[in-house]
């Protein structure tokens, strides 16, 4: 029977206990390993309290007890609650809680038991731990977890479609029966919606309708089990909201539309908007829209707009006034996706009629081709037109149209374009400058004053350049051949090939050769439109020739066929035994000046040249305002007479030029002098040199110099027509010579001697003989 107490003890007791209490009674040791059985000292039962007692303080929990007896002995509690809430007698052992106890916020309470001597204060028995425990009663009202719930379920859903779950909480024991059990129901709502013992909320009804009412509130209620407080409960508020199907069909706001639109409406641009009502939200409006009376679904289409409610028509193609003015057709409105379960027959319908009138506005011209394609040779100047474009006016008025050449590449005026569309060559065209002409036209209409249309339209002209052979084939490549001083015959120095710039098709055929067979080179044709240039005889000598220059005709085989001289500069070289060369000298190269670079230099040397020109009449313009400022007794004149024919070309007595050696002795100038009149003088023994006729004429010509004011200073006076009274010749000058009929005869000049001999045949020829210059 004891083992049994000990072995329910052991159960019962908790699992800190073992370390202390017990291992004291059973003796258990770490340096013991038998068991000795110990007689148990602490007696009392099992220790327990219901929360929320209504009797008065303290409340009686229960007592401990020692078998051991000693009357100087007492009970002492100890731990967190011990002296506070719990407290014990010290003579008796009985244990009383001094508060109310609440199980919700503490179900067990852990104390520690002594049993000590008053005097010496020591434990009599081996401290105990025990446990108190709060029985529970049904004496909470469950709570929900939230306020508010939401929740939602499509319309026309069936009865019993769950919605959503709310949850209440019960804070009282759920191991006692009845006690944490929570009993829902829907006290606002019921109609709509139902709620199960787990709290889910769900359809009561099958024809829940999202366009009718989107959304419900509802009212749960939970209650608890009758109890301590007689079965209160709480309440929650359940937010449902309908989500939608597509259950109902589009149908139109009004039965007709009517629209106006210009001609030139774009393809694809809005023509109007059918507005149409589906009470569906958009994501489950799939409205179609049908031509069901009329045959231009080939001209318009209609894009439903779902968030607008609205079908957008667009135009398919070009409208155009002349041909059809109105457009008149029925629209139907439908929705294939609608779920048929839910149809409700007996709506209004879904059919409109649409009308379109397209309105005239003035259309540009409109070309009979996209674009055109000519074909001309080149070089060629065909004085008929290579084309004509055309374009016609679209409207109802059908006015002229005029056509103008807007732009063409490359530019330039090799084509031409006249009022009436006709395409023309101007200049002869290069298809190796070009091989496509490209033109852009445009065609205006003419209106009724005279002038032009505004609005034009355009089209491509397309001029091939057909290809003729007038280039004549040249080297492919700058060569640059060397060789051998020591080359043996039939060495090749180099493949030459040639390009052409016709239009090398396939079939064309160069033929190499030379100018002259005398030369120490020779050509062989390799008939792959290449040839090799071989040494004729060999043995080069770099001290004469340095440099070979060879000339060699390249022909095609075109019709006509040409050809072209080309020069390859072949260099004489030292070579090695192996035939490297060693030594070479480079041939002169040819520096290239651009036709653009030439037209530059010379454009700097004019404006170079114009600059200096102006610089120089400025300073004599200068110079002129300067002389012309000076006053009359500035103005000089330099006068050089003459009174005597001389001796002839032995005569040097005949002039004294002591004046003129005095006049640079002195430093003057004959030219810019302030005044300088040199006479000269007679040989002595002709008279005084201040008297005779020629003095006189001398003083008169000086006097109407000096008195005249109209002539530019610095005159010189040469006077020829006068010789003086001594010549027996009289006057030999031409100005005074009589015409050819004169009768004077001229026959003594031959007997003047060989001097007047060129005089004497001038003069002495017969009337009837010409004189040849």
């Known amino acids: 029977m004891k083992k049994l107490i000990l072995l329910f003890s052991l159960i ?59 009357k100087n002995a007492m009970y002492v509690l100890e731990g967190e609650y011990a002296n506070s809430i719990f407290k014990v007698r010290e003579d008796t052992g009985d244990v009383y809680a001094f508060e109310r106890l609440d199980r919700e916020k503490k179900s067990e309470y852990e104390l520690t038991a002594l049993f000590i001597d008053r005097t010496t204060n020591k434990s009599l028995e081996p401290p105990s731990r025990f446990i108190i425990k709060v029985y529970d009663i049904n004496d909470n009202v469950p709570v929900f977890v939230q306020k508010a719930f939401n929740g939602s379920v499509p319309e026309m859903s069936p009865v019993g479609t769950s919605v959503t779950k709310v949850t209440a909480v019960d804070a009282d024991d759920p191991t006692v029966a009845g006690h944490a059990v929570v009993i829902y129901q829907v006290i606002e709502g019921e109609r709509y919606f139902t709620v199960d013992e787990s709290g889910v909320i769900s359809t009561a009804t099958a024809d829940l309708d999202r366009e009718t009412q989107s959304t419900y509130e509802i009212v749960v209620k939970a209650k608890d089990s009758p109890g301590l407080h007689g079965g209160d409960s709480s309440t929650a508020t359940v937010i449902i909201t309908l989500s939608d199907i597509n259950d109902n069909f589009p149908t139109f706001k009004q039965q007709s ?196 249309s505004d609005i034009e339209s355009h089209t491509q002209v397309f001029i091939q350049v057909l290809d003729q052979n007038d280039n004549a084939p040249e080297f492919a490549y700058p060569y640059e051949p060397k060789v051998c001083e020591n080359a043996a015959p039939g060495k090749v120095i180099i493949r030459i090939s040639a390009t052409d710039k016709d239009d090398m098709l396939p079939g064309v055929n160069f033929k190499y050769s030379l100018t002259t067979e005398d030369s120490n080179f020779t050509l062989v044709d390799n008939h792959d439109n290449t040839a090799n240039v071989t040494v004729k005889y060999g043995q080069f000598n770099r001290e004469l020739v340095k440099i070979h220059y060879l000339p060699v005709i390249i022909s095609d085989n075109g019709t006509p066929e040409l050809s072209s001289t080309n020069t390859l500069s072949i260099t004489v070289c030292k070579c090695d035994e192996k035939g490297e060369f060693t030594f070479c000298e480079e041939a002169a190269k040819q520096v290239g000046v651009s036709i653009q670079a030439l037209v530059a230099i010379f454009i700097c040397i004019l404006t170079i040249l114009g600059i200096a020109l102006l610089i120089i009449l400025r300073k004599r313009h200068k110079k002129e305002l300067t002389v012309l400022r000076k006053t009359v007794a500035e103005i000089h004149e330099q006068l050089v007479t003459y009174d005597e024919e001389g001796g002839g070309e032995m005569d040097t007595t005949s002039y004294d030029v002591s004046v003129l050696n005095s006049v640079r002795k002195n430093g003057m100038n004959l030219e810019t002098g302030p005044c300088l009149y040199a006479q000269v003088q007679k040989p002595t023994g002709n008279g005084n040199s201040g008297t005779g006729e020629m003095a006189i004429m001398i003083e008169v010509k000086k006097d109407e110099a000096d008195n005249d004011g109209d002539l530019l200073p610095y005159d010189t006076l040469h006077i020829y027509g006068y010789e003086g009274a001594e010549s027996i010749a009289e006057s030999l000058s031409s100005l005074e010579s009589g015409s050819s009929d004169s009768d004077i005869d001229y026959d003594f000049l031959n007997d003047w001697g060989p001097r007047f001999k060129m005089l004497a045949e001038l003069y002495g020829l017969e009337p009837n003989e010409d004189f040849v210059y």
């Open 257 to 452: 539309f009517h629209f106006k639109v210009p001609e030139n409406v774009r393809v694809g641009s809005e023509v109007g908007r059918l507005k149409v009502e589906d009470i569906d939200e958009p994501q489950n409006r799939n409205t179609k829209y049908n031509f069901v009376r009329g045959h231009y679904r080939d001209t318009f289409e209609i894009i439903p707009n779902a968030f607008t409610n609205e079908g957008i028509i667009k135009p398919k193609k070009s409208l155009d006034y002349e041909k059809i003015k109105e457009y008149k057709f029925d629209i139907e409105a439908t929705d294939t996706t609608v779920n048929m379960r839910f149809f409700k027959p007996g709506g209004p319908k879904s059919i409109a009629a649409v009308t379109i009138e397209v309105l005239d506005v003035d259309e540009p011209p409109i070309f009979s081709q996209p674009s055109y394609v000519y074909k001309v040779n080149e070089n060629d100047l065909p004085k008929n037109p290579l084309g004509t474009v055309f374009a016609k006016d679209p409207d109802a008025a059908k006015r002229k149209i005029r056509y103008t050449l807007r732009r063409s590449s490359p530019s330039g005026d090799y084509v031409k374009v006249s009022n009436s569309g006709d395409i023309f060559i101007s200049k002869h065209l290069d298809r190796e400058a070009s091989a496509w002409h490209n033109l852009t036209v445009a065609a205006q209409e003419i209106m009724a004053d005279n002038k032009l």
């Open 12 to 70: 019962l007791a908790p699992a800190s206990a073992y370390t202390e209490d017990f291992k004291t009674k059973l003796n258990l040791s770490p340096n013991n390993n038998s068991y000795k059985r110990f007689k148990r000292e602490w007696i009392w039962n099992q220790m327990h309290i219901m929360e929320e007692l209504n009797s008065p303080l303290p409340h009686h929990v229960g007592k401990i007890t020692s078998s051991a007896r000693n």
